[in-house]
């Protein structure tokens, strides 16, 4: 039998988000998924309170009580769909302690890593449009202090899932050569780590219009034997599920037949439906 989890949604809880949390619950048995992973940002585990943005991530405090929701509909949902518990982690780079300890104290069924902060510097910020906007070498430097991040995040060991992966092209900026020149390094640290990447539909609605990762990026990683995840990145409830129908046709291009479940942060690899 097939399986399709929508891995990657968020709540209200980071301000920049709508809707109430059972609505995306709703939403996803309504487009027919088996399960759905809430997956909200983390809250700056890495900076001193003061500097809390109440549009990015949900407060320190309120964490515990995401928790608790989330817990609730998994058991409310029990019988109609799969609510996993998840969060979505920004990797910074000298934090690895600090996040391993806020990951341990929660039963997380899958924590996505992602790569939005480079030393005091947001990849996918409209605010950061500026630099990406000083000419070629500068968009081949962000690439390539990016990819180095994001090989240190496959290999720290703390993310089940690696999240859009080249986030970078977000607003249609790429680098002169895939990932400035280190995109077969990236692949390989990805597979030697053993993290699975999101094919998320989320890039479709940004400026760059393309999925995350792109069809050649995804071709590489399948070949490798990287595990994929599907996922929307919602940031509404209607946006559960969003797009799945040509993730599910851009997968079966790659190759890719099945896709990775996380309970309690162990994988099983299930067999994607034909469509949806
Ligand atoms: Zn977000
Ligand atoms: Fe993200
Ligand atoms: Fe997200
Ligand atoms: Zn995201």
Sequence with gaps: MSFLCDTHTHTARCGHAGGRDEEYIQHAIARGLNAIAVTDHVPFYWLPPDRHDPTLAMAPEELPRYVEAVLALKDRYRGRIEVLLGLEADYVAGQE??????????????????????????VDAPSSLPRYRLGAAEVDRVWAE???????????????????????????????????????????????????????????????????????????????????????????????????????????????????????????????????
Excluded at 150 to 155: E, H, N, P, Q, S
Excluded at 206 to 221: R, T
């Design 97 to 122: 302690e600090k996040l391993a300890r806020l990951l341990e104290s929660y039963p997380f069924d899958v924590v996505l890593g992602s790569v939005h902060w480079l030393n005091g510097w947001w």
């Design 146 to 276: 990016y990819a180095q991040a994001l090989v240190a995040a496959a290999a720290s060991g703390l993310f089940d899932v690696l999240a859009h992966l080249d986030l970078p092209k977000k607003f249609g900026f790429r680098p002169s050569t895939p990932f400035a020149g280190v995109q077969r390094e990236v692949v390989e640290a990805v597979a030697t780590a053993g993290c699975a990447v999101e094919l998320s539909s989320a890039g479709r609605r940004k400026p760059v219009g393309e999925d995350y990762p792109s069809p050649e990026l995804l071709a590489a990683l399948a070949a490798a034997g990287v595990p994929v995840v599907l996922s929307s990145d919602a940031h509404a409830p209607a946006e559960v599920g969003w797009g799945f129908e040509q993730l599910l046709a851009t997968a079966r291009a790659a190759g890719v037949e099945r896709a990775a479940v996380f309970r309690q942060r162990r994988a099983v690899a299930l067999p994607l439906p034909p469509g949806c």
